[in-house]
């Protein structure tokens, strides 16, 4: 019996460190639900190809607190800034003219890549509950720096840090909370 209770106990931090996902959903999809439920947005523009994306998806966005921390106060979405996706946004169609489904390293560049002002990858774009673009994150974010972001975004603390000394400040008074795995 003592040998089944502790499988069983395995088997539930087992489960809890993986359980915790982030639910990704396309741009529209998190634009709709904005509709229903506003919440702010979190979108994570990626391409293929980029290795410190890959490092962003494995160190930080399957963090155990990242995941529940971002699938409780926004909706997350996974843009690759160089696909193929078509929609429309505020009015404007955004497509990927130069697109080649041949390629397989790099693409070209979709228009609303452009339009967000992403020039790095990866870089998390932050959007207000209305779906209006906040701010562009460039770079490679470990837990606890993307934590700094979402809890900056989420309070609406944002609009008052609004000089580089209010920021300055900001950080230097940020503590962190996400717990983080030592390598």
Partial sequence: MKKFGFIVLILVFTA???AQKINWMSFEEALNAQAKNP???MMDVYTNWCGP???LDKNTFQNPDVAAFVNEHYYAVKFN???NDKFSYKGQEYANPNYKSSTSGRNSSHEFTG???V???PT???MD???NFLVPIKGYQAPNQLELYLKLFLGDTYKTVNTPELWEQFQKDFKPEFKVAQN
């Fill in 16 to 18: 809890n460190g993986f």
């Fill in 39 to 41: 919440k702010k947005i």
């Fill in 53 to 55: 994306c890959k490092y």
């Fill in 81 to 83: 800034a160089e696909g």
């Fill in 115 to 117: 339009a967000m002002g």
């Fill in 119 to 121: 020039t790095a990858y």
């Fill in 124 to 126: 998390i774009v932050f």
């Fill in 129 to 131: 509950e209305q779906g």
